[in-house]
């Protein structure tokens, strides 16, 4: 600290002379000046209220807290609800406003002579503000019970840093425990049977079948992948090879060989996803080729969440499995791994059993959760150069007789690096696909003039560039439809693989086919399976097109967009109203519903049903809201509207909230302006989101190209405590 009369004006070096902002003298001027943001939506009332709670805790420690502290509070919180799990004091003297983000583009400004947040820190000395942090009640190195952490330059809620050191330790454990592979003849050959042998020598390395290998003796292993690289294919892979290996060792005739395993994700969506490939993948596998020919039961199809495995409580934060209650299992593998915050992390390795294995699949390109913490992404940081060492490489040959480039190979490389895969070539889209090709430029940030040129023109099968030209109703009507006409060849005739793909649709297919497939009223007759099978064929239906938008409000936010989208959809007579219940109306579940078993990215298709009876016993017509069944059954859950707590509609979605989903046609709506969230991360998230036809609604020129040259950096120290 400064002392008991120290202000923030000994912190600073030069300040311009006029005209001066008027910096804040003393904590209560601090915090004065916090209320201003937290008005104008700068930060979060909590981030004041966290600044508010660390002065009078320091004051009821004989500590006068001076206006740095009370500043640097309110931005550490207001950073981790931008989903960094720390903030670097010196980042923040570097670049004030790119690490805070502060003011928030296109929001009001402040009063005259109110200072902007580079005036307070960016001529800072980051040292003397590290030096005051160190010597203040309200920080320790962790080993206190302080409020905050500094860990080097890193300023941590407390919380937030045991979590990283939570799952640091976690992962380190079981980097250092590696699975002891006497004799790797078994693994060879189940490998061999699993993936064939003809790439082995020359060509490039089949990265699956090394991906396997790494991952067969590591306790924690790492495999990363953009869309269609095979995640799903070669954890199936993995796990008939594992179980392989367990049939071959099994010591007791008779015994239960198998190792018990999990599958989980994040989101329902994601759990339901993954189930649904699985289920194929597990289906084609040689199980009978492979020594000790394991059952087809030994490798599961079911994923749940991991807030459902783990049992998680209401209204609590603690799971039902933790250190005491380990989870029974001996291999869990998570999916969608990029979408897990360091909170959900932390809980998963306070339950995993030590000797369990951990494997974690995701794209590392992808958006990062949207609380805080980005672990896959710093777990992937060196991926791309893979630096195995050689003698990992030497290993990896002898068992997989794929021999690794040279410039994949680092005789420094760290721990960790031997535990990571990353999967190179996508099967999903060929070479002349725009959405692989899109996506590869989104991610290199280079989004060329010839590209651009390219789908303007309809130069890719898949891709539809729109732009909003003198039509005020150009993104609604594109919703209506899914503009076929605006696609090569209008959509029609294209083939992927031998497989024909039927040409883009808008929502208004989901809502002729409720119309069109609904079943006779039956009066007789009081089964439900012709309703069922009809939900179904609507929410399949509703999967084939979807509208994803980078910002909440304004025009073309989801706010903006869902109301004229329902207009549009109105007037074109496919739905009877344009606010409320009514049937065709498609609702995505915010919050996690535990009684309803419902969470938070579920959706569901409100129908009309006549289950129903009135006075005089015949059907009456009553709105439910039909959402698929959690189990991946392919079955249906009929939930009344008013039972729904948090929802809301869903013609358009945030880019975030569809992460995990993947849709037949995706519309990726660029808005008219930059803003904070708009980067490549998310630009990439939402155009891999479109499986088989992307359109790109471009609202202004320029700001897609922009966007693509930012990319999210999350402030984290997991990687360096991996190092
Ligand atoms: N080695 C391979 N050879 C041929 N086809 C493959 C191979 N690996 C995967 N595929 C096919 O590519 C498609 C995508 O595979 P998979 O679902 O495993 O990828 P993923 O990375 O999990 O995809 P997602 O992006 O959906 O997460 C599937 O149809 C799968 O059968």
Excluded at 130 to 144: P, R, T
Excluded at 288 to 301: N, R, V
Aim: hydrophobic letters at 40%; charged letters at 20%; glycine letters at 8%.
């Amino acid at each position: 600290m400064t002392g008991e009369s120290g202000t923030i004006a000994d912190l600073f070096d030069a300040v311009e002379p006029e005209p001066a902002p008027r910096l804040p003298q003393t904590a209560a001027d601090a915090l004065a000046l916090l209320d201003e943001w937290v008005e104008r939506d700068w930060i979060r009332a909590l981030d004041h209220a966290f600044a508010t709670f660390v002065c009078t805790m320091v004051r009821e420690q004989g500590e006068q807290p001076v206006a740095m502290l009370a500043l640097l509070s309110a931005m550490v919180s207001h950073q981790v609800g931008r989903g960094h799990v720390c903030l670097d004091v010196r980042h923040l003297c570097r670049a004030t406003e790119p690490t805070l983000v502060l003011p928030p583009e296109g929001v009001g400004s402040l009063p005259e002579n109110s200072p902007r947040p580079s005036d307070l820190f960016a001529s800072v000395d980051a040292d003397q503000l590290i030096g005051m942090l160190g010597q203040s009640c309200a920080v320790s190195n962790g080993e206190q019970a302080a409020p905050l952490v500094l860990d080097g330059s890193r300023l941590y809620l407390r919380r937030f840093w045991r979590y990283e050191q939570a799952i640091a330790a976690g992962i380190r454990t079981r980097l250092d425990n590696r699975v002891a592979l006497t004799d790797t003849a078994p693994l060879k050959t189940a490998l061999d049977t699993l993936f064939g042998t003809e790439n082995d020598s020359d060509g490039p390395p089949d990265y699956q079948k090394v991906a396997c290998a790494l991952a067969a003796r590591n306790r924690f292993s790492v495999i990363t992948g953009g869309p269609g690289t095979g995640k799903t294919t070669t954890v199936v892979n993995l796990l008939a090879a594992l179980q392989s290996m367990a049939c071959e060792s099994a010591e007791t005739a008779g015994a239960n060989p198998y190792l018990r395993i999990r599958l989980s994700a994040p989101t329902g969506k994601a759990a339901a996803r993954l189930s649904e490939s699985i289920g194929g993948a597990v289906d084609r596998l040689p199980l009978e080729s492979l020594p000790g020919a394991p059952d087809k039961s030994a490798i599961p199809t079911q994923v749940t969440t991991l807030h459902r495995m783990l049992g998680s409580r209401p209204g609590s934060r603690s799971f039902r499995h933790n250190e005491d209650n380990p989870l029974p299992l001996d291999i869990l593998v998570i999916d969608e791994a990029s979408m897990v915050d360091v909170d959900l992390m932390a809980s998963v390795f306070a339950a995993l059993p030590d000797k369990a294995r951990l494997i974690m699949l995701g794209d590392k390109d992808q958006l990062a959760s949207v609380d805080a913490g980005a672990v896959l992404g710093e777990l992937c940081q060196r991926a791309e150069g893979a630096h195995y060492l050689p003698q990992t490489a030497q290993w990896l040959q002898a068992v997989t007789g794929c021999q690794l480039p040279s410039e994949l190979l680092d005789s420094e490389g760290l721990a960790l690096d031997q535990a990571v895969a990353m999967l190179r070539k996508s099967y999903r889209f060929d070479e002349h696909s725009g959405i692989g090709v899109l996506a590869s430029a989104t991610n290199a940030g280079q989004l060329s003039r010839e590209l651009i040129g390219q789908c303007r023109n309809q130069g890719f099968e898949d891709v539809a560039w729109l732009t909003g030209e003198n039509d005020m109703g150009w993104l609604a009507n594109h919703a209506l439809t899914g503009s076929p006409e605006r696609f090569h060849s209008q959509g029609m005739q294209r083939v992927v693989g031998t497989a024909p793909v039927d040409p883009p649709v808008g929502y208004g297919h989901y809502l002729k086919l409720i119309r069109d497939r609904k079943p006779v009223i039956d009066v007789e007759a009081d089964g439900r399976e012709s309703w069922d099978a009809w939900a179904t064929e609507v929410l399949a239906a509703f999967n084939r097109f979807k509208v994803l938008c980078a910002l909440r409000q304004g025009p073309f936010g989801v706010e903006g967009l869902n109301h004229d989208i329902a207009g549009r959809l109105h007037s074109a007579g496919l739905i009877e109203r344009t606010d409320g219940w009514y049937a065709g109306r498609p609702v995505l579940i915010t919050g996690n519903d535990y009684n309803l078993g419902l969470m938070n990215g579920d959706i569901g298709i409100t129908l009309s049903v006549p289950w129903d009876r009135n006075d005089a016993g015949e059907p009456v017509e009553t709105l439910r809201v039909a959402f698929p069944s959690s189990d991946g059954s392919g079955g249906v859950r009929w939930i009344s509207p008013s039972r729904l707590q948090s929802m809301e509609t869903v013609y358009a979605m945030t880019v975030h909230k569809s992460q995990g989903s993947e849709f037949t046609h995706a519309c990726l709506v660029i808005p008219d302006r930059l803003t904070p969230v708009l980067t490549r991360e998310l630009v990439y998230t939402g155009i891999t989101r479109a499986r088989h036809w992307l359109s790109l609604a471009v609202c202004q020129d320029g700001v897609l190209k922009e966007a693509v040259g930012r990319s999210v950096i999350r402030a984290s120290g997991l990687a360096g405590l991996l190092a």
